[in-house]
């Protein structure tokens, strides 16, 4: 009797934990921890400002000052070291796309990659048009690159029946490539002076995770040590230490051997998406959203190049850039339009795009050297989210979809909101579920 109110006890123990994983990975979930970590910010810094800034200034230096940690405050460590796990998580995601996923195949690939080509061209050109020989604009240009995915897939999901699935599916993918573009930018813009010996000593520890993983020696002993010996060494040798993440990310094998339940990859990203949605991304919404909400700051918005510069990037960058690069993929016939997706749809979806968040953020504190300059970027990149936010939902709730496939459709064999057409994405916001990203037909 005894044993079988404990197995029951068991059962229903790892119901409840799955079903806590599973709200915790599902995409629109990350936006709302987002949202509310940022609603916590922001009403933190405009009642408490002091006390704010004192916290996440602290000093949290650790160990030699030979490692390059000795210096770091309690923001370092969750734009660092925990926006490292975030990026492991993402770098997943690009190995599994790529090698297994809507991005293996070309012909499938060409629209969002597209799409998100033109919407990462676009933002930077307008913002250095508005910020040309502004003192202190340093890398601004760069901020604007960045979709982030939690709180598109969220105002997406508000749309309801109004939205295809086919432009959700397009919304991953390009998501997808934009995170690859918005990785390579950091690690080539943002790199301060690159020491040599601590990059070989990276690229070693990065060779034996490879063999490693060639070799099918799982265990987490070896690699955890592995993993923060690469953080270590990628941060001394002067890239941004979230590049060790997605490195290791895309060295993990996305493929599962005979007899395996599941692909490493997916295994890591399942079990790590709860944990990026519910403490890495609203960690760091938390330190770099505490912004001022006075008149004085939001007029700073609408006056100062650099922030004016970044909030028209974003939101008329991507609507200018995200439909001329699909446009132009389909006219070129390397591309077409998803079942249900009309050319109109291309409008709510480059404004969905112009929603910027997590990457931008860190964008903002990589390129611009003036803390002030910092925070009003800040600002211009929340109030852009939030009018395109505002205005991508005007699109899609103004046009019926001519009987396309309805998000929230329970049709068989068709996904639903919770389940994605064929893409799978993170973003800079909620890591989702591996397992629902592909169609099935």
């Known amino acids: 009797m005894d044993d079988r109110h404990h197995n029951t006890t068991a059962t229903m123990t790892r119901r409840a934990s799955g079903g806590l994983a599973g709200f915790l990975r599902a995409q629109t979930t990350g936006g709302l921890l987002l949202v509310g970590a940022t609603v916590a910010a922001l009403v933190w810094a405009n009642v ?89 604009a340093g890398r601004a240009w760069a901020i604007p690159v960045a979709t982030d995915i939690a709180f598109a897939l969220g105002v997406l999901s508000l749309a309801g029946r109004r939205a295809p699935t086919g432009l959700r599916t397009v919304l991953l993918g390009l ?87 599941e692909a490493p990859a997916t295994r890591l990203e399942r079990r790590l998406s709860p944990l990026c949605a519910a403490v890495v991304l609203p960690a760091f919404a938390l330190s770099a959203t505490g912004v001022s909400l006075a008149p004085s700051a939001l007029l700073h918005v609408a006056t100062d190049p650099i922030s004016r510069g970044v909030a028209v990037g974003l939101v008329a960058g991507k609507l200018l850039g995200v439909p001329t690069g699909a446009w132009l993929a389909v006219r070129l016939g390397i591309a077409r339009l998803p079942d249900g997706v009309r050319w109109r749809h291309l409008v709510p979806l480059g404004l969905l795009a112009g929603i910027g968040y997590t990457v931008s953020l860190l964008l903002a504190r990589l390129a611009l050297p003036d803390p002030a300059a910092v925070e009003g970027a800040s600002t211009a990149i929340l109030t852009a989210s939030a009018a395109a936010s505002a205005l991508a939902l005007v699109c899609l709730r103004r046009h019926p979809i001519d009987g396309a496939i309805l998000i929230g459709a329970r049709t068989p064999g068709v996904a639903t909101s919770s389940q994605p057409a064929s893409l799978g994405r993170s973003g800079s916001a909620g890591v989702p579920s591996p397992a629902r990203t592909r169609s099935q037909k």
């Not at 573009?181 to 950091?186: A, H, P």
Request: proline share 7%.
């Open 48 to 136: 408490a400002p002091g006390s704010y800034r004192a916290v996440w200034s602290t000093p949290a230096g650790l160990g030699p000052a030979w490692l390059h940690l000795a210096d770091l405050h309690v923001t370092d460590w969750v734009a660092d070291a925990l926006l490292a796990v975030f990026f492991f998580t993402v770098g997943l995601e690009l190995r599994r796309e790529l090698t297994v996923g809507a991005l293996a195949d070309r012909a499938s690939a060409a629209l969002p990659v597209a799409a998100a080509a033109g919407g990462m061209l676009a933002p930077p050109l307008i913002c250095l048009a508005l910020t040309h020989h502004t003192p202190g």
């Open 175 to 261: 998501a997808v490539a934009d995170d690859l573009g918005g990785i390579l930018l950091i690690a080539v813009g943002f790199s301060n002076g690159i020491n040599p010996g601590w990059l070989a000593a990276a690229a070693a520890l990065l060779a034996a995770t490879a063999l490693a993983h060639r070799r099918r020696w799982g265990s987490p002993l070896l690699h955890i040590p592995l993993a923060v010996a690469t953080w270590v060494c990628v941060h001394a040798a002067g890239l941004h230490a979230t590049v060790a993440g997605v490195a290791l990310g895309l060295l993990v094998r996305a493929r599962p051997d005979p007899g395996e339940p």
